[in-house]
T-cell receptor
Framework: DAGVTQSPTHLIKTRGQHVTLRCSPISGHKSVSWYQQVLGQGPQFIFQYYEKEERGRGNFPDRFSARQFPNYSSELNVNALLLGDSALYLC????????????FGPGTRLTVL | KQEVTQIPAALSVPEGENLVLNCSFTDSAIYNLQWFRQDPGKGLTSLLLIQSSQREQTSGRLNASLDKSSGRSTLYIAASQPGDSATYLCAVKQGGSEKLVFGKGTKLTVNP
């Protein structure tokens, strides 16, 4: 079975632009979470979605939004990009049991110039 | 607010050495703790998951322990190899959500 997939792999944008990142969970997984990892830091939680509903939100501005589709794939949108949004964006999926392992994708490297 | 700390931030050892990575957390009300490996510029690979009711988990040369009451976990790597060189992250899950709270990681270098 394929693992968590993310697209694109790399992305370069300029300040003020908008970006959409995509994630496909492991087959059968209904929960998708998004994390931001800046260089030298651990990942920071952005959102969690389950059955197309937001189940958790981290401490990020309203410029960040996400949604989940009926096939459980997800998009993360970031508006009005800032230099500080440059990071590795990670998607994780799980079966949504509290005891379950979360499986991470390879990430999307976003560079904002 | 849960905070996760990993010590040391970096560790360099010769090949074949046994080593221990440390993780501490401030709030003991966790569901589980997970150890991950991250290669440079890559995603996270799950190594071991310890439920809050468990004391340890083992996978091959890796052994992770959990002392929830003291807010500590250790990852023991036996007979280290150059291929073990990576950043190791621990993360705790709590609060009835899927949110993981991560430490900053320990960067491990195993020298041939």
């Amino acid at each position: 079975d394929a693992g968590v997939t993310q697209s694109p792999t790399h992305l370069i944008k300029t300040r003020g632009q908008h970006v959409t990142l995509r994630c496909s969970p492991i087959s059968g997984h209904k929960s998708v979470s998004w994390y931001q990892q800046v260089l030298g830091q651990g990942p920071q939680f952005i959102f969690q979605y389950y059955e197309k509903e937001e189940r958790g939100r981290g401490n990020f501005p309203d410029r960040f939004s996400a949604r989940q589709f009926p096939n459980y794939s997800s998009e993360l949108n970031v508006n009005a990009l800032l230099l500080g949004d440059s990071a590795l964006y990670l998607c994780a999926s799980s079966l949504l049991a509290l005891t379950d392992t979360q499986y991470f994708g390879p990430g999307t490297r976003l560079t904002v110039l | 607010k849960q905070e996760v700390t990993q010590i040391p931030a970096a560790l360099s050892v010769p090949e074949g050495e046994n080593l221990v990575l440390n993780c501490s957390f401030t709030d003991s009300a966790i569901y589980n703790l997970q150890w991950f490996r991250q290669d440079p510029g890559k995603g996270l690979t799950s190594l071991l998951l310890i439920q809050s009711s468990q004391r340890e988990q083992t996978s091959g040369r890796l052994n992770a322990s959990l002392d929830k009451s003291s807010g500590r976990s250790t990852l023991y790597i036996a007979a280290s190899q150059p291929g073990d060189s990576a950043t190791y992250l621990c993360a705790v899950k709590q609060g009835g959500s899927e949110k993981l709270v991560f430490g900053k990681g320990t960067k491990l270098t195993v020298n041939p």
